[in-house]
């Protein structure tokens, strides 16, 4: 996630240079080809270009705000994990005696936040699993197809043991199992939002539009802009690639680039503060942006 | 659901094929009846056209932005079920010690997942209620005209027997009930969205209006377009009709057809989960994306 | 409601036949008076009409918009009623044992549902009252004011003294009753919805407008279209009137007319659901569409 | 709040007479001076009012929205406390022998909702407290800053009393508790609405920006429109002006006035379902419609 | 937050004056260069500036409405601290006897509130621990990084020793633990809109565009306008960049400025409200606007 607020014009013309540089070269061409070669067929009349426009606008508008929505769900998704990960903490060290077993279940609320991100990320999950699992659990539930899931299930059974020796009681189980079911939930609607694309029309339809756009439009404003018209032109149609732009970046917030969610930053946070909760000694440091980006 | 990224010009040229060939042939038969057979009565000033333009966009952005919340929330439904079923089968498993009977409830859990696909798709479930339910059970859900609330039925039936048996305390009853509640508050949901239908206008009208559009716009522009016109026209009339078309998609998510929710995906990532959790030996494969189109 | 989905042309024509004639009349009038009569003060530039034509459209859109979420919120509350008295029903059967004691409360509910659709339409409900609740409890519950409402607090009397009466623990009490509250916050939202319309500025201004906008439409074109303009103005301004009434429609769902919610149907799925638990013998047939309305 | 189906033209006339009066002068001395003064210099070229409509539609549709989004949950707070007000009488009337104590829990709760409403409307609440309370505990709330929060504080320490007492067991009261915990946190929600204004620039700028748009609209038309303007121009301007005023008056629903939400006819609802379920005799009639206005 | 109802024109002048000085200046130099100068090349046809107009009303309109909702999620989060802080209370005087345990959990709450704005604000919250907390609690707590959470984790284990020593049951501590874990949840919410930006894009996008706007206006308007062009130029210029400017001001409702949520007078409320519950005598007074700001 882009946390600097220096994004100004210099930013936007680097990244989007490529796009930038086609759109320039194509009005310049079309300027050349009607003022000297006086391709005067080239011209169109300006009416269809605003009947245009509105149509795109209306399907960018949509698109932006249906992204937009995903992209703030997903946050407030993690931010339950967070928060009931939080939660879990608590109500352990309140609720259990055994010391050992409270630090194991709290490692392991560590390990599922750490595995989460690999798996929502599709990256490895080693260095999760080796640091926060004793090793035998660790080799089991990385064979896992959905190893967040297995952590989940490993702990829900250490629960069940503790139950049946007594060392919680029924009401203390029943606390913390909704808790853990409050994480179950968080992490289904993050898979939702993984597994389930924006209908992929709205994905593809501004963009083969927004291109339609640009190539009609020094047509449009050829004549009457003359010299001027490169200027123009290709100032309003940057501002609608922009457009799809952003809406593409935000639409799907797992995707290993630098409009991803601060997954990194969040988990190091429950990592640090849980770990400070059982004591511990070695304790990584807040994740910081690099260059303006969070991870 | 359509979830290839490979959805550009092309695909949406050959998707809608009749419909852009009936709109080019009017476009190129209004030029031509106006250039070469001098039919200037067929000329129409503009100003008109955006006054209708707007109109139009008005009840797309309405009906589009109500279609796209419907699919939302019926995958977000989906996503409920999917959740409730682990909560559900983690709970069974850690709170009653009968084994068979477990695995009991959890079969019925994923013939109900199975089956409520099914009873929204209007198809049969013969499969899936001789795959995990004995069979005089199978028969007697059979017969109900809302086999998934059978089988819920008797799901509650068998965890009343239990508590009876003194298998179960009554919490632990309460606990797995409030889950099943939510899996059956997630069901009329998705029985809502499907016998609800968007109200009949807001489907209907963006259709008619688009068509008039279409009729319309050749008219308007011909004058001023010449020879062009067909081209111009023809792509602003195609972007409103492919607008209406993505409602239309998006507006019924269990119709059988390629722009469907993936229930069989998530179904059967259900069946997985849940097969694994009770060890099974013959787990199904998961289902995989056909020609870019995930069922 | 409306389910068919032959809802094109020929049924918004005939539907909107009167509004239709008189614009289609005024039209040709100016028409007539601008092209014979000669009185050309009657066409008047175009430029405000875009102008007015944006006013109308940004109301429309608020009020339709909101007309919209109040039918969907009261489809909602229904699905919420007939979900939580299906909950209710499995919990009664499943906790007591008294079969008279729970099918008196399974018939009281189903009475309660069909009187509550009855409240909302101010419609009589002597039948629902007479079929499912005993003479004495239907004579005392007609002269309440609010008879859904008294049905509830007699259910409620009836687990009381069934928990004195030793026939229910504390706990499923507790449960049952959290069942009754979530029906009774249903009915409080249907109620709201009944009693609070939408600002009736939002409702009156759109159609204000949109006369004001038909009135002044044809003056602007008939300069331009000449002897088409009726055509055109008709067009336009139909358009309008037709997204004014859709918002009319929705703003209200229960007021006795062909676009209300079925609650027709939704109460007769909840009776024959409800019947078919305690092996009623005489269930009635569910409600289907009639020339494509859902009662 | 407005329930009169009647607002129509002659209504939105007489409601906004002032601001219409100055709109028409201003459009007529602008007539004047330009045709008979022939002061040539007032007219401007038309082509900035479509940029400036558009900019004031865009201000105007974001606050209008957020207006009324304040508006329904504010009325829908108001549902949350008569829906739990009504519960917590049902659980008083259950769950307490002592009828005395019960009569006085529910007396205390109507005292609540009227007081709640005057605290809202900062008026006096002398009549709530002398008629539902005891004299001294009447007493000793008035004195409180928030008497509605004193009078839930005096419930809450009877509860404890009865508990303590043995009247009621901790369950009982975990639900009661629950119950009114539902009612402050309503109570909250209606504070915070009442308290935290929309931003003020939503509020000032529609106005401002209206403002400018009608002295600009009529140097625009006056042109083109010439003797016809006032008519077109005041009815662009009190478009806007109306527009605006539709979200000044449901911006803050608590403001002494006709666009209020009906609270003194929800409270009196409370009261009279209350008293009915305590057996009083004297119960007020309902609060009625006074020409079209629900107060 | 700005609560005087008196911003208009001479507010919006005097608060931007910097920015239409430059703005006004640059439209009086464009004016002077075309109409003196003679530097007609200046000059550019009017038709590119409604189409950049609507590509900018369509990213304004999105980011003002997402950065509204953060507002008011905000507000709405602080008005959950406040709610469930009251409920707190009123719980721990009801359910704890030792009148010393009671006042300082209560007494923590405080803190933790005041701490809370400190911490969401970065300023120091020296006071606040000194005033409500013990000193040595006060000096722990200081040290941790986040200090609201610190103090929470300390009123949990205040809890779980009254637990121990058989001054709460399980059930008032189940209690009491939701009352807070819903603070945590409100907490979680708030630094998430905290340390979350809105994506930099919808930030930074609509001031850059917006310029872009405002540079290319007088180019467009000079021909037509004349002298009259640097009023109506400046007058649309100014509009979109105090659009803009409302955005920004509600995008991050912790920045220390004007235009911040009212946690002060929030606080205050809170600190007030509790601090009578238990008697304590010395109660500072509320927070009242200064100038029409309330902090």
Redesign the interface.
């Known amino acids: 996630?882009?946390?600097?607020?220096g994004?100004?014009?210099g930013?936007?013309l680097r990244e989007n240079a490529a796009a930038l540089g086609i759109l320039v070269s194509y009005d310049v061409a079309v300027t050349c080809a009607y003022l000297w070669l006086h391709w005067h067929w080239l011209s169109?009349?300006?009416?269809?270009?605003?009947?245009?426009?509105?149509?795109?606008?209306?399907?960018?508008?949509?698109r932006?705000?249906?992204a937009?929505a995903r992209?703030?769900e997903a946050?407030?998704l993690w931010?339950?994990i967070?928060?009931n990960s939080?939660?879990f903490a608590?109500?352990v060290?309140?609720?259990i005696d055994d010391a050992a077993l409270a630090q194991h279940l709290i490692r392991c609320q560590i390990a599922y936040a750490l595995t989460l991100r690999c798996h929502l990320l599709r990256i490895s999950n080693a260095d999760a699993l080796a640091s926060y699992l004793p090793p035998d659990l660790a080799e089991s539930c990385a064979k896992a197809?959905?190893v967040p899931?297995a952590i989940?299930?490993a702990m829900?059974?250490a629960?069940?043991a503790a139950r049946l020796g007594g060392k919680l009681?029924?009401?203390?189980v029943?606390?913390l199992?909704r808790t853990l079911?409050a994480v179950?939930?968080a992490q289904?609607?993050l898979?939702?939002i993984k597994n389930?694309?924006l209908?992929?029309?709205?994905?593809?339809?501004p963009?083969?539009?927004s291109r339609?756009y640009c190539v009609?439009l020094p047509l449009g404003?050829v004549k009457?802009?003359g010299l001027?018209m490169p200027l123009?032109?290709a100032?309003?149609g940057f501002?609608?690639l922009?457009?799809n732009?952003?809406g593409l970046?935000?639409e799907d917030p797992f995707s290993n680039n630098m409009?991803d969610?601060?997954m990194k930053a969040i988990t190091r946070t429950l990592e640090?503060?849980l770990l400070?909760?059982i004591g511990a000694e070695e304790i990584p440091p807040p994740i910081t942006p690099q260059a303006g980006i969070l991870a």
């Open positions: 996630m882009i946390v600097s607020r994004i100004h014009m930013w936007l169109i009349p300006l009416l269809p270009l605003p009947l245009l426009g509105s149509a795109i606008a209306l399907i960018l508008t949509i932006n705000n249906a937009y992209w703030w946050r407030t931010g339950a967070l928060n939080r939660n608590r109500g060290l309140a609720q197809a959905n899931m989940q299930a829900g059974r629960l069940a009681d029924t009401v203390a029943g606390n199992d079911a179950v939930d289904g609607g898979e939702r389930t694309p209908p992929r029309q709205y994905s593809a339809l963009l083969v539009f339609a009609m404003l009457g802009l001027a123009g032109s100032l309003i501002m609608f922009i457009l732009e952003v970046d935000l409009h969610l601060p640090i503060d400070q909760t």
